[in-house]
């Protein structure tokens, strides 16, 4: 996230040269687009919520440590792992919360965090998974953006710019706001009162702007919607 002045700033269009300080990798879906593989294969910083450390090495990966109650891994890969593997017993936070928590403390200053793998499988994981994302913003100060195989998350508060492209499906999810409003959508964004009105909007242009009161949520999908 790039700032362009003191009152807005860009989220720019995630591409294969999307680089982020760290990486946090779940036990969802593994992906198969060339975004998320790319942003995973290129960091430096990858830590794999408890059962993800296994398919991050199957996949070539060297993830610096493995954060989670350690219950989905075979022996052979926590033998394999050593000091890298950190167990976290307690369970009124989920693993991608614990994995969160010790990328902060252990690299403090970390501003961004890309989650990938934390949708699919069951419905409720990856509902819940979605909404930490405001969590995070709200109680680490991050930006953090999730990343699946059809496009991205991020949460933003305030006026800001997105990086879009005309027909990209844009979708924003009101979280906290009174007042919201928007330039660049085929249809005009207002204060969303319900979790689903914001979605399914359509850029028009190669950047659009949303200036709200509040925190938000927005989606942007890497095709262009077919017709």
């Not at 409003?181 to 204060?191: A, D, I, L, M, V």
Request: negative net charge; proline residues 4%.
């Amino acid at each position: 996230m790039e700032k362009d002045d003191e009152a807005m700033s860009h989220y720019p269009l995630l591409s294969t040269d999307s680089r982020f300080p760290a990486v946090i990798l779940a036990d969802g879906d593994y992906p198969t687009h060339s975004v998320p593989l790319s942003v995973l294969s290129s960091s430096s910083c990858l830590v794999c919520c408890d059962g993800a450390g296994a398919k991050a090495i199957a996949h070539g990966l060297s993830p610096i440590a493995v954060v989670g109650d350690g219950d989905s891994l075979p022996i052979s890969v926590r033998d394999t792992l050593g000091d890298r593997l950190h167990i976290v017993t307690e369970q009124k936070f989920n693993d991608l919360t614990k994995a969160t928590r010790y990328v902060m403390e252990q690299l403090g200053g970390v501003s961004s965090i890309a989650y990938i793998a934390a949708t699919g499988k069951r419905e409720d994981h990856t509902l819940a998974n979605i909404s930490l994302m405001a969590y995070y913003e709200r109680t680490f100060g991050l930006s953090p953006v999730m990343i699946t195989d059809y496009g991205y998350f991020a949460v933003a508060r305030g006026r800001n710019s997105f990086g879009t492209f005309p027909g990209q499906q844009v979708s924003i999810f009101n979280i906290s706001c009174k007042r919201i409003s928007g330039e660049g959508f085929r249809w005009q964004p207002y204060t969303y009162t319900m979790f689903w009105e914001g979605t399914l909007n359509e850029a028009t242009r190669n950047i659009v702007t949303i200036d709200a009161d509040g925190v938000y949520m927005v989606y942007r999908t890497f095709d262009k919607k077919n017709v």
